[in-house]
Protein backbone atom coordinates (compact mmCIF):
# COMPACT_ATOMS: atom_id res chain seq x y z
CA UNK A 1 0.00 0.00 0.00
CA UNK A 2 1.56 3.15 -0.73
CA UNK A 3 -0.35 6.54 -0.95
CA UNK A 4 -2.53 7.43 -4.43
CA UNK A 5 -3.31 3.93 -4.54
CA UNK A 6 -6.76 3.77 -5.68
CA UNK A 7 -8.59 0.45 -5.15
CA UNK A 8 -12.50 0.21 -7.38
CA UNK A 9 -14.19 -2.73 -5.20
CA UNK A 10 -17.36 -4.51 -7.15
CA UNK A 11 -19.95 -6.83 -6.26
CA UNK A 12 -23.96 -7.60 -5.50
CA UNK A 13 -25.05 -6.32 -1.82
CA UNK A 14 -23.53 -8.41 0.35
CA UNK A 15 -20.58 -10.00 -1.35
CA UNK A 16 -17.89 -8.94 1.01
CA UNK A 17 -16.79 -5.37 -0.02
CA UNK A 18 -16.58 -3.77 3.42
CA UNK A 19 -15.52 -7.44 5.03
CA UNK A 20 -12.10 -6.95 2.57
CA UNK A 21 -11.71 -3.88 3.75
CA UNK A 22 -12.05 -5.04 7.54
CA UNK A 23 -9.52 -7.09 6.80
CA UNK A 24 -7.10 -4.87 4.95
CA UNK A 25 -6.99 -2.45 7.51
CA UNK A 26 -6.48 -5.14 10.29
CA UNK A 27 -3.70 -6.74 8.01
CA UNK A 28 -2.00 -3.18 7.75
CA UNK A 29 -2.64 -3.22 12.24
CA UNK A 30 -5.21 -1.14 12.46
CA UNK A 31 -7.02 -1.67 16.08
CA UNK A 32 -10.08 0.51 15.63
CA UNK A 33 -13.87 -0.38 14.55
CA UNK A 34 -14.24 -0.54 10.90
CA UNK A 35 -17.40 0.95 10.06
CA UNK A 36 -19.50 0.55 6.93
CA UNK A 37 -19.95 4.29 5.29
CA UNK A 38 -23.44 2.86 3.73
CA UNK A 39 -24.72 6.18 4.85
CA UNK A 40 -21.87 8.72 5.52
CA UNK A 41 -20.05 7.80 1.80
CA UNK A 42 -16.83 7.95 3.35
CA UNK A 43 -14.85 6.98 6.52
CA UNK A 44 -11.68 7.69 7.15
CA UNK A 45 -8.64 5.68 8.68
CA UNK A 46 -4.91 6.23 9.63
CA UNK A 47 -2.47 3.74 9.80
CA UNK A 48 0.84 4.78 10.82
CA UNK A 49 1.82 7.43 8.15
CA UNK A 50 -0.60 5.82 5.60
CA UNK A 51 -4.26 7.68 5.70
CA UNK A 52 -6.72 5.56 3.73
CA UNK A 53 -10.50 6.16 2.34
CA UNK A 54 -13.24 4.00 2.21
CA UNK A 55 -15.86 5.46 -0.29
CA UNK A 56 -19.62 3.28 -0.22
CA UNK A 57 -20.85 5.48 -3.13
CA UNK A 58 -23.93 3.27 -3.23
CA UNK A 59 -26.49 6.07 -1.85
CA UNK A 60 -24.71 8.72 -3.93
CA UNK A 61 -27.44 10.81 -5.41
CA UNK A 62 -25.53 12.45 -8.52
CA UNK A 63 -22.85 15.18 -9.12
CA UNK A 64 -24.14 17.84 -6.81
CA UNK A 65 -23.41 15.19 -3.61
CA UNK A 66 -20.14 14.72 -4.62
CA UNK A 67 -19.24 17.82 -5.30
CA UNK A 68 -21.18 19.53 -1.88
CA UNK A 69 -19.76 16.87 0.00
CA UNK A 70 -16.41 17.98 -1.26
CA UNK A 71 -15.44 14.71 -2.04
CA UNK A 72 -12.95 16.20 -5.08
CA UNK A 73 -10.31 17.27 -1.73
CA UNK A 74 -10.07 13.44 -1.30
CA UNK A 75 -8.33 12.77 -4.41
CA UNK A 76 -4.92 14.68 -4.00
CA UNK A 77 -3.17 11.68 -3.94
CA UNK A 78 -1.88 11.33 -0.80
CA UNK A 79 -4.84 9.00 0.32
CA UNK A 80 -5.08 5.14 -0.49
CA UNK A 81 -8.66 5.04 -2.15
CA UNK A 82 -10.95 2.20 -1.58
CA UNK A 83 -14.01 2.82 -3.49
CA UNK A 84 -17.22 0.52 -3.01
CA UNK A 85 -19.42 1.06 -6.25
CA UNK A 86 -17.54 3.25 -8.45
CA UNK A 87 -19.87 3.01 -11.16
CA UNK A 88 -22.06 5.26 -9.65
CA UNK A 89 -19.62 7.99 -9.69
CA UNK A 90 -18.64 7.36 -13.52
CA UNK A 91 -16.34 10.63 -14.59
CA UNK A 92 -15.72 11.73 -10.89
CA UNK A 93 -13.47 9.50 -10.05
CA UNK A 94 -9.60 8.84 -10.97
CA UNK A 95 -8.90 5.90 -13.02
CA UNK A 96 -8.08 2.36 -10.64
CA UNK A 97 -5.20 1.13 -10.31
CA UNK A 98 -6.50 -2.04 -8.83
CA UNK A 99 -9.91 -3.59 -9.67
CA UNK A 100 -11.50 -6.16 -7.08
CA UNK A 101 -14.70 -8.26 -7.80
CA UNK A 102 -16.17 -10.25 -5.38
CA UNK A 103 -18.57 -12.83 -5.85
CA UNK A 104 -21.29 -14.95 -4.12
CA UNK A 105 -20.99 -18.45 -5.15
CA UNK A 106 -21.67 -21.78 -3.05
CA UNK A 107 -20.80 -21.33 0.63
CA UNK A 108 -18.02 -18.66 -0.12
CA UNK A 109 -16.86 -15.85 -1.74
CA UNK A 110 -14.53 -15.54 -5.02
CA UNK A 111 -12.38 -12.52 -5.43
CA UNK A 112 -11.22 -11.37 -8.89
CA UNK A 113 -8.02 -8.96 -8.50
CA UNK A 114 -7.06 -6.91 -11.82
CA UNK A 115 -4.37 -4.56 -11.80
CA UNK A 116 -4.81 -1.17 -14.60
CA UNK A 117 -1.25 -0.10 -13.75
CA UNK A 118 2.03 -0.66 -13.07
CA UNK A 119 1.31 1.03 -9.40
CA UNK A 120 -1.15 -1.53 -9.37
CA UNK A 121 1.20 -4.43 -10.30
CA UNK A 122 3.48 -3.38 -7.75
CA UNK A 123 1.03 -3.66 -5.35
CA UNK A 124 -0.37 -7.23 -6.41
CA UNK A 125 2.79 -8.89 -6.68
CA UNK A 126 3.67 -7.89 -3.12
CA UNK A 127 0.18 -9.08 -2.30
Not at 47 to 62: C, N, S
Not at 77 to 103: M, Q, S, T
Request: with cysteine.
Amino acid sequence: MRPGLVIYLYGDLGAGKTTLVRGLLAALGYLGKVKSPTYTLLEPYRVDELDLRHFDLYRLTGEDEWESAGFRDEFDGARVLLIEWPEKAAGLLPAADINIHLAIGGTGRSATLQSNTETGDQCLKQF
